[in-house]
């Protein structure tokens, strides 16, 4: 089956770390731009870090560049978000998808929720 | 980077269409062919309902369809059916980022 698996989410105390992992099967990884998203309970959704297939090229959200680092590894088939300094309003369902599409996030994990209290 | 803007609610009734709309600016929804648009049903993952404005995923009925015109984008639903009822997010490229939509709740009376 063509998968994402997300992991690493939790409860961090204001100004805290924490270090998400996502982790692909059922396709060539490394053939595919990734992306991470966010939705914070009851809201919509937001776009938060977009990396490129060898991790050459980054992109994130304004709002976020400096706190959040994507990152990824094609060995282990996997892509992270590095999230630094958390804020409460980062508070959220954290999900990771792929672009199997040009400038389309065609597949998603279930999610790993963060929550900054 | 504001996200793009959604009327809050949609409804129709079974059978009926629902027009959903998605307005950003010439820089995102304007300047680009690549929205697309999702649906969400409640603590669910949000499944691809079209993209490249009109294009439709296989295994998408073709009660989805996606439009544009300036810098506003649609989704409509035709033939609404009671699965049909869902949260509706739009996202387009913006040159060096992606902005999601404020999300459409869309009820079937």
């Known amino acids: 089956d063509v998968q994402l698996v997300e992991s690493g989410g939790g409860l961090v105390q204001p100004g805290g770390s924490l270090r998400l992992s996502c982790v692909g099967s059922?396709?060539?990884?490394?053939?595919?731009?990734m992306s991470w998203v966010r939705q914070a309970p009851g809201k919509g959704l937001e776009w938060v870090a977009e990396i490129e297939r060898d991790g050459s090229e980054r992109k994130y959200v304004d709002s976020l560049r400096g706190r959040f680092t994507i990152s990824r590894d094609n060995a282990k088939n996997s892509v992270y978000l590095q999230m630094n300094s958390l804020r409460a309003e980062d508070t959220a369902i954290y999900y990771c998808a792929r672009f199997g599409l040009p400038f389309t996030l065609d597949m998603w994990g279930q999610g790993t929720m963060v929550t900054v209290s | 980077q504001s996200a793009l803007t959604q009327s809050p609610s949609a409804s129709g009734s079974p059978g009926q269409s629902v027009t959903i709309s998605c307005t950003g600016t010439?820089?995102?929804?304007?300047?680009?062919?690549?929205v697309s648009w999702y649906q969400q049903y409640p603590g669910k993952v949000p499944k691809l309902i079209t993209y490249?404005?009109?294009k439709r995923p296989s295994g998408v009925p073709d009660r989805f369809s996606g439009s544009k015109s300036g810098n506003t984008a649609y989704l409509t639903v035709s033939g609404l059916q009671a699965e049909d009822e869902a949260d509706y997010y739009c996202?387009?490229?913006?040159?060096?980022?992606?902005?999601f939509g404020t999300g459409t709740k869309v009820t079937v009376l």
């Open positions: 490249d404005v009109y």
């Open positions: 010439s820089s995102d929804v304007g300047a680009f062919n690549y």
């Open positions: 996202i387009s490229f913006a040159g060096s980022h992606y902005i």
């Open positions: 059922g396709f060539t990884f490394s053939d595919f731009w």
